[in-house]
């Protein structure tokens, strides 16, 4: 990765990265450009929409710059951008928490609930409490009318591959196999047919596993 700042002081940030997809993890993308491969960190909902490793990609890029490091976070939309942004311009909220938030619910639910005030909602996502929801009601309330909250909808898939991939997102996250799977077939016996997207099944077994279902 080039040096974050130029000889004038000015600091260089990646903002777009578009090359082919060398590795995918539910919290991490490998974009190679031009033979350098970029790790990305991503939210699940990008990782559910990437193709599989070899295909192009592009992605768009928020450049975090500390004194000992440069990290890259990579969404598919300007939407999820946009909101990481807005979050981690909230004290207390890192760019590694507000990448948890977008992986917990999806940018139309979270404009909703900082919209309507909805604590109760915001603190279902995991690491997530009380003050830090009240806080992001606080500040973004105000600042979501470049969100239009569209009905939550996504691209069918099969529930066996639905199933696999909730599973393989879960143990990456840190949760044990066996409690994952318990959790994530008992959300699914409740809804058969439901829900429609991989993002609201996540947020419905992460409610369970956390004691809130």
Not at 90 to 113: H, T
């Amino acid at each position: 990765m080039p040096n974050p700042t130029a000889g004038n002081g000015f600091n260089i940030v990646i903002a777009h990265l578009s090359g082919s997809l060398l590795e995918k993890k539910p919290d991490l993308a490998i974009v190679e450009v031009q033979g350098v491969g970029y790790a990305v960190q991503i939210p699940l909902s990008t990782f559910y929409q990437l193709g599989e490793p070899g295909s192009a990609t592009r992605l768009k890029i928020h450049t975090h710059v500390r004194e000992d490091t440069i990290s890259l976070f990579g969404f598919l939309t300007e939407k999820e951008k946009e909101m990481f942004e807005k979050l981690i311009g909230i004290s207390g909220i890192g760019p590694k928490l507000a990448n948890n938030i977008l992986s917990g619910a999806s940018v139309d639910d979270l404009a909703s609930y900082l919209k309507s005030g909805d604590v109760s909602r915001l603190t279902r996502i995991p690491g997530i409490g009380k003050k830090t929801a009240e806080r992001m009601v606080l500040e973004l309330r105000d600042k979501m009318q470049s969100f239009a909250v569209e009905s939550a909808a996504s691209r069918p898939a099969a529930a066996g591959r639905m199933r696999d991939d909730m599973l393989s997102a879960l143990i990456n996250l840190g949760y044990q196999k066996a409690s994952a799977e318990r959790a994530l077939d008992a959300v699914m016996e409740s809804a058969p047919g439901e829900p429609s997207s991989f993002e609201t099944l996540l947020r419905a077994v992460l409610r369970r596993m956390s004691g809130g279902a």
